[in-house]
């Protein structure tokens, strides 16, 4: 088992930054990929970034050139660093494990964290 806990979450300006962490737990030394999701009201779960545990990362277009995403493998912790957030970036962000590949998702899941970017 594997437990995940988000932080960072919060309300800022459009334009400004997070840093969102996941800390990982449990039988870490089995999991490859860890990813971020996010989910606005209304709309479907989808995939933020993800990164393997030898650091390649994966990012999809709508968020590639202001969000990045690193791997500390001695603390078990992924981070989501956001720059020049805008509204549409709202959402609950949640951490997940489990895949093998970048852009999959894995069984285990965070609680959550809450990004409200005001305009």
């Known amino acids: 088992q594997v437990q995940l806990v988000e932080s960072g979450g919060g309300l800022v300006q459009a334009g400004g930054s997070l840093r969102l962490s996941c800390a990982a737990s449990?039988?870490?030394?089995?999991?490859?990929?860890i990813g971020w999701y996010r989910q606005a009201p209304g709309k479907q779960r989808e995939l933020v970034a993800g990164?393997?545990?030898?650091?390649?990362?994966y990012l999809p277009n709508s968020v590639k050139g202001r969000f990045t995403i690193s791997r500390d493998n001695a603390k078990n912790t992924v981070y989501l660093q956001m720059n020049n957030l805008k509204p549409e970036d709202t959402a609950v962000y949640y951490c997940?494990?489990?895949?093998?590949?970048?852009?999959?998702?894995?069984?285990?899941w965070g609680q959550g964290t809450q990004v409200t970017v005001s305009s």
């Open positions: 997940n494990a489990g895949s093998e590949v970048l852009n999959g998702s894995g069984k285990y």
């Open positions: 449990g039988s870490t030394a089995s999991v490859n990929v």
């Open positions: 990164i393997s545990r030898a650091g390649t990362p």
